[in-house]
């Protein structure tokens, strides 16, 4: 009976881990075909300027984040200033904001006919465009600083948490040493912190190339609106397959470094005590200035786009309130809750199998099923779209050969390809919840039930499941609100006639007409604040 418990619980977790592997396996088997002559085409026009946007927003973006984000790390973490309990939380929130909605409602402040220019036109007394020069917001360098705005949160999070676990006493042997606070800070702190630096900006790199919305709404080329067009518009999938396949191996590029400087944090950290450094009050000029730089990324993150939703919620209620956003809302819920539900279950069926057989092998599964968190969402639908269509196909012809009548794309044209979608992109954050939640259950309950009878199956519907319950409520949490999110797999794969809050939300910002949405990206923007909440206290607890 252990045997076959076993036999079965392995062959489910590999089964499990192929069928959300195979989108990746179909997106290189696909980009490996021939190349057609779009893609020789692309590769002999525009595709060299597609990588080098790309290229310039990945890194205009990190560096900008991290010149908003460590600033306010060091702060929060190493010193005193007024308002610093709220303003430890605060921080994270941009990353609730959608980009295209911060992008939305930046430009209508700082274009041509927008208020900071016609303010300045009173003020000056200018009287067109050509008598002074203004930056345009529709630009790569107005992308960067959106896209910084939003997911500066990552470097923040990462860099503060290094820097409250670093020891006090190396900090103090440094100033024993002659150094002043600012060396002690570049040759001391920041080297320590540079393994969690290097993460955060692997994961703002890794935003920055999946998001379509931004790039889209300013009109900049880059790989990812090449694979949107060369798919929509040309109608080639092999050659958006062949863009994808450069798109991945970026990613692969960005893992590998954040894989390499978590190396270098175990390095740096052994030997620390648990000394943690006591943070010390700023006093005169330098509290003011910590005060300005980190209200002012609360302001221009999060409130002041907020504020200016909540206003357009209120103006435009009478027109923005309609049916569509109840049926829009619903079928959002529809697909959330099942990805969600399905994503938890796979978690939770591979965390047991770890569980149980605790072994590296055993580790597999969940490793493969986690890559698909770090494909961006177009890419990913490429690789869904694949594997789908082709089963449709042998469906229908299966049904023909019997005699009936075929039923048509019941995969790749419903909302089971959103679904499916959805639980490879983000069953990533549903292991992480059980496996966490696992981990902390003690051995000895497993080693206690077995003594007193029980069957591996008994053990684990009577001890861990009921203890790994706030664990799955997390994770289902966390898929469910990610998937409300997401916007270019469904924007993609969507049935016709089938918005999601985030395709119709777009598809507003592309109009220009945000405020008739305005309440549907309320609702993302509240949906994104309940995980933040989350992680912020968890690591609050860790403290």
């Not at 060369?230 to 798109?247: F, R």
């Not at 051995?443 to 519907?461: I, N, Q």
């Not at 006639?497 to 109009?511: I, K, M, R």
């Amino acid at each position: 009976m252990k045997h076959s418990l076993s036999l079965y619980w392995k062959a489910g977790s590999w089964l499990l881990a192929f069928l959300l592997f195979t989108p990746t396996l179909s997106l290189v088997y696909e980009a490996l075909a021939p190349t057609g002559e779009i893609f020789q085409h692309l590769r002999n026009t525009v595709l060299s300027t597609y990588i080098l946007n790309t290229v310039l927003l990945i890194s205009g973006v990190g560096l900008l984040g991290l010149v908003l984000a460590l600033p306010a790390a060091w702060v929060m973490a190493s010193h005193n200033i007024p308002g610093k309990k709220y303003l430890q939380w605060l921080l994270v929130l941009p990353l609730a904001m959608p980009s295209y909605v911060i992008a939305y409602i930046y430009t209508d402040l700082l274009e041509y006919a927008g208020p900071v220019q016609r303010a300045l036109r009173a003020i000056m007394g200018w009287q067109s465009a050509a008598d002074y020069s203004f930056p345009e917001i529709r630009s790569l360098g107005g992308a960067v600083v959106v896209l910084a705005l939003v997911l500066y949160p990552y470097v923040y999070l990462l860099a503060r948490t290094a820097f409250l676990e670093q020891s006090q006493s190396q900090v103090l042997a440094s100033r024993l040493l002659g150094c002043n606070p600012v060396q002690s800070f570049f040759k001391v702190s920041m080297p320590m912190a540079r393994p969690a630096i290097i993460t955060g900006l692997a994961l703002m790199g890794m935003e920055t190339l999946g998001d379509f919305a931004t790039v889209s709404y300013f009109a900049v080329p880059t790989l990812t609106s090449a694979v949107y067009d060369t798919w929509l518009g040309y109608g080639s999938l092999n050659a958006a397959a062949k863009i994808s396949a450069i798109m991945l191996l970026v990613v692969t590029v960005l893992i590998s470094l954040e894989k390499y400087s978590r190396r270098r944090q175990q390095l740096y950290q052994k030997g620390i005590g648990q000394d943690h450094r006591d943070p010390t009050d700023l006093n005169g000029w330098k509290k003011y200035l910590a005060m300005f730089w980190c209200w002012m990324l609360v302001v221009l993150g999060f409130a002041l786009p907020a504020v200016i939703l909540l206003d357009y919620v209120v103006t435009y209620f009478d027109v923005s309130w309609s049916p569509e956003l109840i049926t829009y809302g619903a079928n959002s819920l529809k697909v959330s809750i099942a990805a969600a539900f399905f994503a938890t279950l796979v978690a939770l069926f591979l965390g047991l199998y770890q569980r149980l057989q605790a072994s590296q092998m055993a580790r597999m599964p969940a490793r493969l099923v986690s890559s698909g968190y770090a494909m961006p969402g177009n890419v990913l639908a490429i690789g869904v779209l694949i594997p789908l269509t082709l089963s449709d196909h042998g469906i229908n012809n299966l049904i023909m050969s019997l005699g009936y009548n075929p039923v048509g794309l019941i995969l790749s044209g419903s909302i089971v390809a959103i679904i499916f979608a959805y639980m490879v992109r983000f069953s990533a954050v549903a292991v992480g919840s059980v496996e966490s939640s696992l981990g902390r259950v003690s051995p000895s309950l497993d080693m206690a039930s077995r003594t007193l009878g029980c069957s591996p199956g008994e053990m684990v519907k009577r001890v861990h499941i009921p203890m790994v319950r706030k664990g799955l409520l997390t994770g289902f949490l966390l898929v469910f609100i990610e998937a409300m999110k997401e916007l270019p797999a469904a924007l993609l794969l969507r049935p016709f006639g089938f918005e999601t809050l985030a395709t119709w939300v777009f598809q507003y910002v592309s109009d220009e007409k945000l405020e008739h949405a305005a309440p549907a990206a309320l609702i993302l923007v509240l949906a994104g604040l309940l995980p933040l909440i989350l992680l912020n206290r968890s690591l609050e607890n860790q403290k």
